[in-house]
């Protein structure tokens, strides 16, 4: 997958870099004044990045145009490809080798497993443990042919100014929507406070998922899917002027998911028969048995 067009070793690449960018929070948030914590603050994340991350930016920012959204929201969100299961949908998911993880030969439904039992250990209701078996679903997207910058990357709305929290903001001088005046403006095609549902994001594995399950799912679960790598709002608190009150109070559950999907990663590879009866109960609870996608 490592070409011009896919700079990256695998997907996780992006999720390592993201890591770094954003590490675990410490337990203790009292540690503020820590010159330890101050350090990681001014850390350069983009001149630390791998050339293979740094490409995959440059590619993402520079083709992210809002055109280029409409386009893709276009194409797949009639969802006229597929009838599967979440199963089939996993095992079809499970067919892309990502090789930037030399160390584990864990799959993609393995991570996936990893991220929906450890919302399972801590407790969590059984609508956030699905969110998690599922969430990133639509990286299926890689496997209908799509380039890596269209199916992972931290989202941003499109349509209107680019915050300069979003990482390798230099790139988006390449973007055709930087000669858009339209498109500059603090709010762009949007209204204040009209809500995130009202707004596209750059194009990726969010969107499409959400469309695939949200007759089904409550709204807590459909916003940790729909914006979990929307990091410059849920973890870098941009874009506030977009959200309406609803917006607010779900990514209370963003953020409460984000967690599990960037640290719950390890070398464990999850007992799938022993769980699979779990999972088919947890499953047959909210979805029908074949899903559009
Ligand atoms: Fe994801």
């Not at 690449?13 to 603050?41: G, H, T, V």
């Not at 947890?282 to 048995?289: D, F, M, N």
Request: charged content about 30%; some cysteine; glycine content about 6%.
């Amino acid at each position: 997958m490592n070409d011009t067009k896919n700079p990256l070793a695998g997907l996780e690449e992006w999720e390592d870099f993201l890591k770094e960018r954003y590490p675990e929070p410490k337990a203790k948030p009292s540690q503020a004044a820590n010159p330890e914590k101050k350090k990681e603050e001014f850390r350069n994340y983009e001149s630390d990045a791998r050339p293979s991350v740094r490409e995959f930016y440059r590619l993402n920012h520079r083709h992210q145009t809002y055109d280029f959204v409409q386009a893709k929201r276009k194409e797949f969100l009639s969802r006229t490809r597929r009838e599967m299961s979440v199963w089939e949908a996993l095992e079809y998911l499970n067919t892309l080798v990502d090789d930037s993880d030399p160390d584990t030969d864990l799959s993609q439904l393995d991570h996936l497993l990893q991220t929906a039992e450890q919302i399972r250990g801590d407790g969590h209701p059984r609508w956030f443990i699905l969110a998690g078996l599922i969430h990133d679903l639509g990286k299926i997207l890689c496997l209908y042919g799509e380039p890596q910058w269209a199916v992972v990357g931290d989202t941003f709305p499109v349509g209107c100014a680019w915050s300069d929290r979003i990482v390798f903001h230099q790139f988006f001088a390449d973007n055709a929507d930087s000669q858009e005046a339209r498109y500059q403006t603090r709010l762009g095609v949007y209204e204040e406070g009209r809500g995130l549902d009202q707004v596209c994001l750059s194009w990726g594995h969010d969107e499409y998922p959400f469309h695939v399950v949200k007759d089904y799912l409550p709204p807590e679960a459909l916003y940790m899917i729909r914006y979990h790598s929307f990091y410059p709002a849920h973890r870098g608190g941009e874009y506030g002027h977009l959200m309406n009150e609803l917006d607010r109070t779900m990514f209370k559950w963003v953020r409460a998911f984000n967690p599990y999907d960037l640290y719950t990663k390890s070398h464990q590879r999850p007992n799938l028969a022993e769980l699979r009866p779990f999972y088919d109960d947890l499953i047959r609870e909210y979805l029908p048995a074949k899903l559009r996608w």
